[in-house]
């Protein structure tokens, strides 16, 4: 069955911190992973990663895959009061219809 | 990015009834949609994914009789959730991906389901 756990659960920091979020997973066919803001409503989208060891980049955010390890890091530097939300990480495994499969996302909390 | 919808954000029904949900897709046209639930602290639930013009694949666990897929056309899609009871209340959200965005999914601002 495809996995996706995600740590910490909950994470309370201090404005102009740096956090890391981790996410791993276990699905056959891995396709891509992919990190989202959750806050009131809706996922936003941050990021698609499918390749090993390329960073990508967006603003005080970034994250790189591992596909050896199957793990994937979400990093945030400078938070600010405005990062807090869930985050939630998804692995995309073709299976006829490319479904997402969620972990249950890591609750931040910035702090003024 | 794309643009989706869905209607009503919020709706309280009695036990028994029956509540539509409706997903759209604004502004690209969506070949395959998806459904969500999520309960409070808890991730998103992928209950089904709709292509158009074929019958919707519920995952495990799913009752396909109790939630009514439908994706007539390839900008909405609508999910009935028949004889609710307070149990079904949740957020549920649909996705929506299509050739335009290189099959990103795109997410809806979601519905509250509440049932008393």
Known sequence: EDKVVQSPLSLVVHEGDTVTLNCSYEVTNFRSLLWYKQEKKAPTFL???????????????????????????LNITATQTGDSAVYLCAVEAPGGSEKLVFGKGTKLTVNP | ???????????????GTSVKIECR?????ATTMFWYRQFPKQSLMLMATSNEGSKATYEQGVEK????????????????????HPEDSSFYICS???????????????????VL
Do not use: Y
Request: aromatic share 8%; glycine share 6%.
């Open chain 2, 65 to 84: 009789d109790k939630f009514l897929i439908n994706h007539a056309s390839l900008t909405l899609s609508t999910l009935t959730v028949t004889s609710a």
């Open chain 1, 47 to 73: 990021f698609m990663l499918t390749s090993s060891g390329i960073e990508k980049k967006s603003g005080r955010l970034s994250s790189i895959l591992d596909k050896k390890e199957l793990f994937s890091i």
């Open chain 2, 96 to 114: 929506a991906r299509g050739e335009r965005w290189a099959n990103e999914q795109f997410f809806g601002p979601g519905t509250r389901l509440t």
């Open chain 2, 1 to 15: 990015g794309a643009v989706v919808s869905q209607h009503p954000s919020r709706v309280i029904c009695k036990s």
């Open chain 2, 25 to 29: 897709s604004l502004d690209f046209q």
